[in-house]
């Protein structure tokens, strides 16, 4: 379009001329000034952000939204973040025609998918960044200088009001007012989408101690004494409720109990009180004494001991600091707070009363919020000080979108949240018509996509789904919830209900991974330097050989009569693998020795997820079924980068050439092959990231059963030939992340991701 750009300044010039003699608020007048630039300029929306203080800019006006109200205060960006924040550091313009092949761009908000162009001005004030405005189109359109030139003039006479008194005693007012709302409204990173809103329930396990020193002895005493009565008196209380007369039930409890009247117990934690520790410090220094003493001797019972005196040790710690656990949870909706969270410990709630989980430390591959996504809760983490802010059965209402928490939320916010909630379920009702559909692609490609499982409510995703079945099956999972090691006959049990419910699906089992940050609680675990790289995983069944071997043969059992499907975790050489194949192989021939049921055929899969083995495949290829890429771990290593590391979080993207060009050259070399190959990582489950991989050659991918719903859609809605083409342009790229590039591309071609 060509501009009179004379004539366009002079009326837009006119016309804030008018604006800025009116008797009116400045933020009335931000309003005005974002009507009128949108209106002159012909574009769609128009926005002003402004800066509350050197952190971080906030949505103070908008034009072109029907509901302004639902954004105004509440959108905000931190400088650096997203194009946004990137124009306020550099203090230079952007503008792009498709502002979603921009590096910098984050989506805020679905809705700004329809809005292709952009551009940003920063608004300058004294060589600061004082706020930004914004224009965008619905329809892809390059801004012309002369535009930008006016939007610039423009910007001079907002950043005047920006520096008006009246702006500045209203930020003052908001901010002042925040001080106390904003303790109610906390903004964190999301682990799991969704919306929950429910009673809080402090998960406290071993939580630091603030007071290591006491000051008065006597007092201390006498409140180790009164909290350690009430202790035994909600045990005896909470027998009673629970109407429990189960005698090897009752036996245990009462074992427990012994241990928590236990005399000697109680005058130990005196005795470091009177050297002058509080009570909370002494009980943890008694059982770290007695964990010292007792930790090396290999005895089951005494091993259980240690692990009843750590529970009593957490417990009367909580009734010390006034953080009661009741177990009891009368309530049908709650919200976990926690520290941190080990994946079993989600397994001592009422996971179907379960609407949120906030964790104050946490990144997206923790095994806890894998658990979390697979049961469809939403997570948020890494919400600093969130633990110590939000005290038991207070209200709150989690919104895993946009990672926010709201502490004790009016009555209108409540309603919202209910509402959204209600939305879901529509949501996966629709998800319900698809599973009849075929998973085919637009050009006709079949794709498999399989579920991840763990914990036995997965299962409950195989109807829901009518998925193609379990790409992979964390046998770790029902290790953790247990007391102890299970039983080859316990196993055999899980594994063969587990054969049951998938029918003639394929089921991919995994070996026991456990080490790094997945402990089982009946296993002494000596503190390494780097769990990640250390002995976990198949280091470990190799060398405790009698696990695997038993597993094993759960597994054949389980199997019995069908095809089962075996893979090996964390390989990181072909002699490891070939060991571990040894063993099935040998403990197969034991058991059709035996005259034991087998299963009608075995195939033997490895796990991709140490970057070795991919410099082995060509020799690997010829040894193995089949390979499932666990990406999760791979990412890790590849990137040497803490998968549990809350500040490397989104320093390097899967989806960059490096990472895919790896993807690719293990996917085509086991075509070729005619190995079967899979993604079994979280990559499969986020469609995005699952479009990248139909492109580098995956037809078998593996998620958890929440994200099903969407990677099909995304499956159904793509061609692949197309994306293949316009991948392998991509896969030379040196950028840090092409994310931006798919998720234009998807846009373009009407790909639902
Ligand atoms: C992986 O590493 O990608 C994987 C699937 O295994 P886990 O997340 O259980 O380590
Ligand atoms: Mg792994």
Redesign the pocket.
Known sequence: MQFDTANLTRKILKSLKEIMVENVSSTRRLKQIVDSLRDHLQADLCSCYVALDDDYLELFAISGLPNPEDAIHKVSLRYGEGVIGDAAISKKPISAANIFNHPKYVIKNEDEKIYPSMVVIPLIRANRTIGVITLRKKVEYEFSEAEVEILDTAAMVIAEVLSSDDMHDYKRKLISERGNADKNNRKGSSLSNGYGIGTAIVHRRSQPIKNIFVEDKQKEIEKLSKSHKIMIEDLDRKIIDNNITDKEQLEILEAYKMLATDKGWLRKIADNIRSGLTAEASAERVYEDMWARLSVIKDTYLKERLHDLRDITDRLRSYLSGDVIDEKIEEEDIIIIAKTMGPADLMDYDYNKIRGLVIEEGTP?M?VA?VAKALNIPVVAKVKGIFETIKNKTLVAIDGNEALIHINPDAQLQKTFKKRREEKIEEAKKLEELKELPIITKDEVDVNLYI?VGLSFDLDYIPITNCDGIG?Y?TEIPFMASNEMPSVDEQTTYYKELMDAVGDRRVVFRSL?VGSDKLLPYWNYKGEENPAIGWRSIRITLDRRAILRKQIRAFLRGAEGKVLNVMF?MISTISEFDDAKETLLLELEKEAKKGNPVPRDVKIGV?M?VPSLVFQLDELVNKVDFVS??????AQFVFACDRGNPKLTNRYDVLSAPFLNMLQLVVSKCNKAGVHCSV???MGGNPIEALALLGLGFRHLSMSGSSFGKVKKMVRSANIEEITDYMNDLLKSSRKSIRPQLISYAHDHAIEI
Request: aromatic residues 0%; proline residues 5%.
């Open positions: 591959t095994h894998i991840n992979l964390r991974d975790p796990m997820e890429i666990g990406t999760n771990d791979m079994c990582g979280e």
